[in-house]
């Protein structure tokens, strides 16, 4: 079974500046994927970036970026320029690949924005 | 429609009464899930469903908890005899099946409040 670790309930960022989220995880799996979900007030999951186990380039979608460190059990998300609509929970999530289809969450990290 | 939609959007009800909770996935995703999010938590797979079937139950936490999808669309959550530690929101989400069952859009969830 996989398990998901946010060690940070809450962070906070200056507006424009640049925020790390930290997630371990743990599987016993060779091919999975990982993901960092947005959940803001709205209640609303919203996908923010995927990453496949197998590939080592870490996956971008314009201000978000992971940093996937493979050995480690780490996939960090990285916000450039935070704006006040990332304000938000962020939850890391994974799952084993082929054939599954359950996500795992981590208990989220709750993200504030400073104008 | 346009996105995963979900009703109602919150409800409250007795111990001991039974409730359905209803998701209505996009239009053309074959698979559908169920997640839990209790207070403070993150999402606890619940059921998954691939057409009108559900290959793996074993999310749902007692056999007060049932749910069916018919014409490989709607799905319906049922809660029998309503707990007080039932409450929590739940999450829908749908996907395309095969290469593409990953990429799981949520709905806004049904709030759950047992008294």
């Known amino acids: 079974a996989q398990t998901v670790t946010q060690s940070q309930p809450e962070m906070s960022v200056q507006e424009a500046e640049t925020v790390t989220l930290s997630c371990t995880y743990d599987?016993?799996?060779?091919?999975?994927?990982l993901f960092w979900y947005k959940q803001p007030p709205s209640r609303q999951m919203i996908l923010v970036i995927r990453?496949?186990?197998?590939?080592?380039q870490n996956a971008t979608e314009n201000r978000f970026s992971v940093n996937f460190q493979k050995a480690a059990k780490s996939f960090s998300l990285k916000i450039s320029d935070s704006q006040l609509g990332d304000a938000a929970m962020y939850f890391c999530?994974?799952?084993?690949?082929?054939?599954?289809?359950?996500?795992?969450f981590g208990k989220g990290t709750k993200l504030s924005v400073i104008p | 429609g346009a996105g995963v939609s979900q009703s109602p959007s919150n409800k409250v009800t007795e111990k001991g009464k039974d409730v359905e909770l209803r998701c209505d996935p996009i239009?053309?995703?074959?698979?559908l899930y169920w997640y839990r999010q209790s207070l403070g938590q993150g999402l606890e797979f619940l059921i998954y469903?691939?057409?009108?079937?559900?290959?793996?139950k074993s999310g749902l936490p007692s056999d007060r908890f049932s749910a069916e999808r018919t014409g490989g669309s709607v799905s319906t959550l049922t809660i029998q005899r309503t707990q007080q530690e039932d409450s929590a929101v739940y999450l829908c989400?749908?996907?395309?099946?095969?290469?593409?069952?990953?990429?799981?859009?949520f709905g806004p969830g049904t709030r759950l409040t047992v008294l």
């Open positions: 989400a749908s996907s395309f099946g095969g290469t593409r069952w990953d990429e799981q859009f």
């Open positions: 599987t016993s799996e060779s091919d999975y994927y």
């Open positions: 990453q496949e186990a197998y590939k080592q």
């Open positions: 999530a994974t799952t084993a690949g082929a054939g599954s289809y359950q996500l795992t």
């Open positions: 239009s053309g995703h074959t698979a």
């Open positions: 469903f691939q057409g009108n079937s559900a290959p793996d």
